[in-house]
């Protein structure tokens, strides 16, 4: 059974407090952040550095962001705020999960009201 058909099977009451509990559970907004985290290592580009005999730099620690199909943007993060990158990078996937699920239930709560504003329908005798 998927999740439209579960949704279908609950009361008004029961969809409006499923409803509730995921507001009530969702990560701070001001802790989200959409992006990639990446551990990678790098060469300078000086010929007599250790990086170009194949010990790169790193680990350093980069965000990815793609902004549309043919961009992408991308910075460094800290080693201090790896961690709560992560955090924020969890929140946003779990901001968005919480959000799918209020908005089906939305939908299930205004097809009822379509079908329950809808006058019945004669049949002809």
């Given amino acids: ?10 009361s008004l009451l029961a969809l409006h407090k499923r409803r509730e509990g995921l507001t009530k559970v969702l990560p701070p907004l001001s802790e989200i952040l959409r992006g990639s985290l990446m551990e ?9 550095c250790k990086c170009a005999r ?5 680990p ?4 990815s962001v793609t902004l549309d199909q043919s961009r992408r943007n991308g910075s460094t993060v ?12 969890e929140n946003y996937r779990r901001v968005k999960e919480q959000l ?11 097809r009822r009201q379509k ?11």
């Fill in 100 to 110: 799918e699920k209020i908005s089906d239930i939305n939908r299930e709560l205004l």
């Fill in 78 to 89: 800290p080693a201090d705020q790896v961690e709560q990158v992560r955090r924020w990078i």
């Fill in 40 to 48: 990678r290592y790098m060469t300078c580009g000086n010929p007599s």
């Fill in 1 to 10: 059974m998927d999740e439209r058909e579960r949704l279908s099977r609950l």
């Fill in 54 to 58: 194949g010990e790169r730099h790193g």
């Fill in 115 to 125: 079908t329950r504003g809808k006058p019945k329908q004669k049949t002809p005798r």
């Fill in 60 to 63: 350093v620690w980069y965000l």
